[in-house]
């Protein structure tokens, strides 16, 4: 089984919460999770604070009433991308700093996790201790538990097989498209 990301942590900002950052991800359905955060199934993001398909600020949802954000703290979910091949999975907007990172993938989803869990035993820029929301990772990735899941896209890798997987990373600012 073969399902690697990164987990790179992100603030355009250059510091502080993530909140005002708006983020939009092309994705009708995401991955939900038990209070273990452990995958349960694929569900509609229609009618949910899940629903990043038109650009939205981060955090005018994220401490909304809903069992999905209660399990996981804030965002820490798989976006399935709609579409297939090389597309757009996420687009981030930094609105004071102008600053944009678009991201691209082949892979089927993308893990957004709003830095919900950072207690200040990281540290970011300049050594600053990072704490609950002052970063954000976008992870492409098959989707979460794939193994255990045959509704999931396979993971398995037999011998001899090629694994291959591309994103890519944009960055700009809004005066200018990151893409």
Do not use: K
């Not at 991308?81 to 989803?109: F, I, K, M, Y």
Request: proline share 7%; net charge negative.
């Amino acid at each position: 089984m073969v399902n690697l990301t990164n987990h790179a942590y992100w603030n355009l900002a250059g510091g502080g919460t993530i909140e005002d950052h708006v983020l939009e991800l092309p994705a009708s359905t995401f991955v939900a999770v038990d209070a273990e955060l452990i995958p349960t199934e694929r569900a509609p993001v229609e009618g949910t604070p899940l629903d990043f398909r038109s650009p939205r600020r981060i955090g005018d949802r994220l401490r909304a009433s809903h069992e999905q954000l209660r399990h996981a703290r804030g965002y820490d979910h798989a976006w399935v991308v709609d579409g297939d091949g090389l597309r757009r999975a996420a687009l981030v907007r930094d609105p004071r700093s102008g600053r944009v990172l678009e991201v691209l993938t082949d892979q089927p989803s993308v893990q957004f996790y709003s830095g919900n869990f950072l207690d200040g035993a990281v540290a970011g820029r300049g050594g600053r201790a990072m704490r609950q929301g002052d970063g954000l990772c976008l992870e492409t990735q098959h989707l979460p538990d794939s193994p255990n899941r045959p509704d999931f896209p396979s993971t398995v890798l037999r011998p001899g097989e090629r694994y291959e997987t591309r994103t890519v990373l944009r960055f700009g600012t809004s005066a200018e498209e990151a893409g």
